[in-house]
């Protein structure tokens, strides 16, 4: 695929996430998508490595039973045939503690026949626990 093709599908999947359509990003991966958003599993209930739609579908659920987006805004963006590269700034609320995080989000996507293969996220972990802890 070309990089506006693969820009293209981060920025619908990105839609997708604000609309709460978790069912149109996972049709945007692979069936055995190796996804995680910090490879860490001890900070935050979505964190770690996770293989194939079902753990997928599992991460945005952990992640939206814990918090609450209040803003998410692709800042920057950087592709090429295979691969897509973001930045995103980001701010959300501890549905337990009510305490707020903002930061930036550094995605990776690596994709395989116009579909995500692999993901990797990072972000400010020490503020995700922060906000985490009550």
């Known amino acids: 695929m070309s990089a506006d093709a693969n820009i293209k599908t981060i920025m619908s ?14 049709d945007a991966v692979t069936d055995d998508v190796d996804w995680a ?4 599993p001890a900070v935050a209930p979505w964190h770690g490595v996770r293989h194939g739609k079902d ?17 998410f ?6 592709a090429n045939d295979n691969d897509v590269l973001t ?8 549905r337990a503690t009510g305490k707020t995080a903002a930061m ?8 395989r ?6 993901y990797r996220g990072t972000e400010d ?7 985490l802890q009550a």
């Open 55 to 71: 753990a997928v579908a599992k991460f945005f659920a952990e992640f939206g039973s814990t918090m609450e987006v209040e803003e």
């Open 87 to 94: 930045v995103v700034r980001f701010r959300a609320r501890s």
């Open 13 to 26: 999947v990105y839609e997708a996430f604000g609309r709460g359509d978790v069912a149109a990003i996972l």
């Open 104 to 111: 930036d989000l550094h995605h990776y996507f690596a994709f």
């Open 73 to 78: 805004t692709p800042v920057s963006v950087a």
């Open 125 to 131: 972990t020490a503020q995700t626990r922060a906000t």
């Open 37 to 40: 958003a910090e490879a860490n």
């Open 113 to 118: 026949d116009g579909k995500i293969a692999y």
